[in-house]
């Protein structure tokens, strides 16, 4: 494993206990530090499973049959505690209201719930809330209860969460699939800064306009399979359409064009992109 | 996001957050008074100090601003439950031996009757006392108390989770029962069209709590929760003052006077002291 | 069909207020999207269509009978609701009993129910999946059970609550295919979404709610024209529609294939 590799996915297969389909077939993959992956692919892909996997609740959480292993910053995932791997590689899920303790009366408390499950000393846990609070624009509700914040909110609570853990690597499930467009940019705004300041990403989204934009390189997933991965202007050249993927709209409008013989460039990625293109083509 | 999510924002557990002496006061005490007043009353063998107690736990929930709710709480579960006792044992106790009443078809007995409201008196001690104690401190204070004291975390933890459970579930029902009268489900009417409409409601609801067990559970293990080797701290800091310390010292005489007047109390046959 | 619905507010039990006034009408048919940030009415403004919620005051009529006159379960013969997560509405332990379950409980006639079955599970893609237990579906099937089951019941209007959240582009595709279907069979649908590119395929009615009030209320080319007021709902058109507006056509395209076109016109008439 290169220095710079944080995540290093070999052969890995598993297949939950009482189940027939395997989840995940032999996928095999690295991720480099400070790379923002996206996972994308149709519902069923496997890409929850992958997730779990590289945080560890796969194998110690969920039982089955596993093969070949993930290693994160060089320990093997397996026989590790995901509470001990809270401290390397952190997760967030879909669900914002399954993802606070339910056993806390305030914001910082909730944040610094981690820590104290970890023995960490009361001044550390202040000092830390108060930078996370800072990186996740709650410091005005520092004071309120968890359960009274918007789901947006919440969401980013959980992320501060699992932050102050101080994990290099972040993975996101889908994390602002039940926000509403507001809330979810909140969320996002959030995640695309922690990677500007060098945290490994790897998040889980159906928005392909916002993959598209963001991400330095798209695991495509379909059937528990690892179908490609690349760069998001090699994934959106088309060849993944009939994969159950969805191409971002920038990327089709590139591609008609293309058909009707108006773009001869690379596949188009933003929204600016798009813009520019069909500006030049209708220039002519 | 959805209608189902905007509900439960609103409650997680019995705790009603208000500001008072009471809500501030260290968990402990809390702990303290409810057990050893209540044990203290069940050893004295005079029914009226139960009383004295519950007039005091009146005064008590004046101060933490709930004298309303408390004194609907005690009269819902006093008055059906005094009935009750008051037939089973003012009539067929067999330590009835002085008649208050002949019914012709049964006898009041006042042994019976005693026992009936001295049975009361400690079950209002108990039950009163630890209703103050849960709606007056928020559940996560209490668990850290207890951890503070040696409990341990996954013990804490199964505290709050069963103190949350119950007003979440009436949560999901509600949204549940909406779900189900839009297909046609009447929940409105007789006592058994309403017990129809719960059957269907049972199902989704046990389903629901379990898949969110499951994610809180995946939650909680990555954030370190029950990893090895490690006493957990708690972020918020826990201090007796040193009125709460005296309060807990006569908390602990009031107890071990009630045991010792028990004891002696029982004792007075053998030693030989007369009434 | 007709909906109408005049100055409607409702206040929360918790003081909230949460329709500040709400008065359009619904002809015919047509889709109609329900649109806006989170907390500006949208789920509470369809709840009344059913009674699920009574107003505050105003009155929301369903073909000239205020909703108040009978209760949720009565109303759910002509006014069908399909909520957000569907681990709120199944509960039996196959699909043909959910399916079945509906339509039995308003008096349909087994004949009838047998013969709508097989065609809505065909629809719902569940053709093969009538047997299984609800459990062993994936979320997207339980969606599309929960859409099933309430299709059964053959009301004239169905409202879904946020249909594509979490759905893949097979599920929505299917969707789009469903709310076809029911427009051609004289349905109508009122679908509350935050996704616009679903909006823009599927809906020639938009409706724009901010804050417990109508923001805008027409015809969807021209709602998605007005990106600067729709931004006070935290709405932004579909990307193609953004891109078409950005490179200076008046009218917001809808698809990729519509604004090639028009860009192929625009070409011939400069040639």
Redesign the interface.
């Known amino acids: 494993m290169s220095v710079d590799t944080v995540i290093e996915v070999k052969n890995l297969s598993f297949r939950y206990a009482g189940e027939r389909k395997q989840a995940l077939k032999d996928l095999s993959f690295t991720v480099g530090r400070g790379e923002f992956l996206c996972i994308i692919g149709?519902?069923?892909a496997g890409k929850s499973s992958l997730c779990?996997a590289l945080?560890g609740?796969i194998p110690?959480?969920f039982s089955g049959a596993k093969k070949g292993g993930v290693s994160v910053l060089g320990q093997d995932t397996e026989g590790t505690?995901?509470?001990?791997l809270?401290?390397k590689i952190?997760?967030v899920?879909?669900?914002?209201?399954?993802?606070?303790?339910?056993?806390?009366?305030t914001v910082?408390?909730e944040l610094?719930?981690?820590?104290?499950?970890?023995?960490?000393?009361?001044d550390e846990?202040?000092r830390r809330?108060k930078e996370i609070a800072e990186t996740i624009r709650v410091g005005g509700l520092l004071r309120k209860?968890p359960?009274?914040?918007?789901?947006g909110q919440i969401q980013r609570v959980?992320i501060g969460?699992?932050l102050i853990?101080r994990p290099s690597i972040l993975v996101l499930d889908?994390c602002t699939?039940?926000?509403?467009?507001?809330?979810s940019e909140e969320v996002f705004d959030i995640v695309k800064r922690l990677n500007k300041d060098g945290i490994t990403v790897v998040m889980v989204d159906?928005d392909m306009?916002r993959v598209a934009r963001c991400a330095d390189r798209v695991l495509v997933m379909n059937d528990g399979q690892l179908l490609a991965i690349d760069t998001p202007r090699a994934i959106f050249n088309g060849i993944f359409q009939s994969h159950?993927?969805?191409m971002?709209?920038?990327a089709?409008?590139g591609a008609?064009?293309s058909?009707?013989g108006?773009y001869g460039g690379p596949a188009l990625l933003t929204?600016r992109e798009?813009?520019n293109a069909?500006?030049a083509?209708?220039a002519? | 996001?959805?209608k189902q999510?905007k509900i439960?924002?609103?409650?997680?557990s019995s705790y009603i957050?208000l500001d008072s002496p009471i809500d501030r006061m260290h968990p402990m005490v809390k702990i303290y008074g409810v057990l050893c007043l209540g044990i203290g009353c069940a050893a004295f063998p005079f029914l009226w100090l139960s009383y004295a107690v519950v007039a005091f736990l009146f005064c008590v929930a004046w101060r933490a601003k709930l004298l309303g709710r408390f004194s609907k709480f005690i009269i819902a579960f006093a008055v059906p439950i005094t009935c009750m006792l008051l037939i089973i044992q003012g009539l067929y106790s067999p330590k009835n031996v002085t008649v208050l009443a002949d019914f012709g078809f049964a006898r009041l007995g006042l042994e019976g009757v005693v026992y009936a409201f001295k049975t009361v008196g400690t079950l209002l001690v108990f039950l009163g006392g630890f209703y103050l104690m849960t709606t007056t401190t928020?559940?996560?204070?209490l668990?850290t108390a207890m951890q503070d004291a040696g409990l341990n975390?996954k013990a804490?933890?199964l505290v709050?989770?069963s103190l949350?459970v119950v007003p979440q579930i009436q949560r999901r029902i509600a949204v549940i029962q909406e779900a189900q009268t839009a297909r046609g489900v009447e929940v409105e009417g007789t006592m058994s069209t309403r017990f129809k409409a719960f059957l269907p409601i049972i199902g989704p609801t046990v389903m629901s709590s379990l898949v969110?067990v499951q994610?809180?559970?995946?939650?909680?293990?990555?954030?370190?929760?029950?990893?090895?080797d490690?006493?957990?701290?708690?972020?918020?800091?826990l201090y007796l003052t040193p009125g709460e310390k005296a309060a807990k010292k006569v908390l602990v005489a009031f107890l071990i006077v009630c045991v010792l007047f028990a004891v002696f109390w029982a004792l007075r046959p053998v030693l030989g002291l007369g009434v | 069909m007709r909906i109408e619905i005049r100055d409607l507010r409702h206040t929360y039990p918790t003081g909230e207020e949460a329709l500040k006034g709400v008065s359009f009408t619904i002809e015919g048919v047509t889709p109609v999207a329900v649109v806006g940030?989170?907390g500006s009415g949208k789920t509470t403004l369809v709840k009344h269509f059913n009674r699920i919620l009574s107003p505050t005051s105003g009155a929301v009529l369903i073909d000239g009978v205020e909703t108040t006159k009978q209760s949720t379960a009565k109303w759910s013969k002509r006014v069908g609701y399909v909520f957000q997560n569907p681990d709120d509405q199944l509960f039996l332990n196959s699909v043909r009993k959910e399916f079945e379950f509906g339509p039995e409980r308003v008096g349909v006639p087994a004949a009838d129910i047998q013969k709508r079955l097989p065609e809505i599970a065909e629809l719902c893609g569940l053709g093969d999946k009538l047997d299984s237990h609800t459990f062993d579906l994936?979320?997207?099937q339980k969606k599309f059970c929960a859409i099933g089951s309430v299709m059964m019941m053959d009301p004239d209007v169905i409202i879904f609550d946020e249909p594509t959240?979490?759905?893949?582009?097979?599920?929505s595709r299917r969707l789009s295919e469903i709310i076809g279907h029911l427009e051609k069979r004289g349905k109508l649908c009122v679908t509350i979404s935050?996704d616009m590119?679903f909006v823009a395929a599927n809906f020639p009615r938009v409706v724009a709610l901010c804050h417990g009030r109508v923001l805008i209320d027409g015809d969807s080319r021209e709602v998605f024209a007005k990106p600067e007021l729709l931004k006070k709902s935290?709405?932004?058109p579909?990307?193609?529609s953004?891109?078409?507006l950005?490179?200076?056509f008046e009218k917001p395209a809808f698809s990729?294939?519509e604004?090639?076109e028009t860009?192929?016109a625009?070409?011939r008439k400069?040639a």
């Open positions: 149709p519902n069923g779990n945080v609740l110690s959480y505690s995901v509470a001990n809270a401290s952190g997760l899920f879909q669900n914002p209201f399954n993802q606070i303790s339910y056993t806390t009366s910082e408390e610094a719930y981690g820590l104290c499950n970890i023995g960490a000393p009361r846990m202040r809330v209860n359960l009274e914040l918007s789901g959980a969460s699992t853990m889908e699939t039940q926000l509403d467009p507001l809330g159906h306009e159950g993927v969805d971002p709209e920038y089709r409008f008609a064009m058909g009707a108006m929204e798009a813009i069909g500006k083509a209708i002519v | 996001m959805s999510n439960k924002t609103k409650k997680t957050p928020y559940p996560g204070k668990v975390s804490g933890y709050l989770a949350n969110d994610e809180r559970g995946m939650t909680l293990e990555t954030r370190g929760f029950g990893v090895k490690v006493r957990p701290t708690s972020f918020v800091a | 940030q989170n994936t979320a997207t959240c979490g759905q893949d582009v097979e599920g935050h590119k935290f709405v932004s579909p990307p193609i953004r891109v078409s950005g490179m200076g990729v294939d604004l090639v860009m192929k625009r070409r400069m």
